[in-house]
Nanobody
């Protein structure tokens, strides 16, 4: 069974920083792209940042220069969030593309962690 466990969310004042972590576990042949999406109140879920197995990164325009995604191990990613704004308030969810034995590539999701930025 695949599990993605996020940690590091919380409440912070505008201008502050938070660091999110995600650890993926479960039997697999390979893990490809991992990343973070977020869903604010009343909004759709949007891309925040992704990182490929080779380290290639991709960021939403709204977080470029403020957020940094890193991959500490093949199954672990972090998201360093600096200069946080109230608009960054959302549930942040980790995702990972897994190739499991006898199965096609598939994206899995974590439960999400709340990030609240007060003005």
């Amino acid at each position: 069974q695949v599990q993605l466990v996020e940690s590091g969310g919380g409440l912070v004042q505008a201008g502050g920083a938070l660091r999110l972590s995600c650890v993926a576990s479960g039997s697999c042949v390979e893990i490809n792209t991992m990343g973070w999406f977020r869903q604010g109140p009343g909004l759709q879920r949007d891309l925040v940042a992704t990182i490929g197995s080779g380290g290639t990164t991709n960021y939403a325009d709204s977080v470029k220069g403020r957020f940094t995604i890193s991959r500490d191990a093949y199954n672990t990613i972090d998201l360093q969030m600096n200069s946080l704004k109230p608009d960054d308030t959302a549930v942040y969810s980790c995702t990972a593309e897994f190739l499991r034995p006898s199965e096609p590539w598939r994206a899995y999701w974590g439960q999400g962690t709340q990030v609240t930025v007060s003005s």
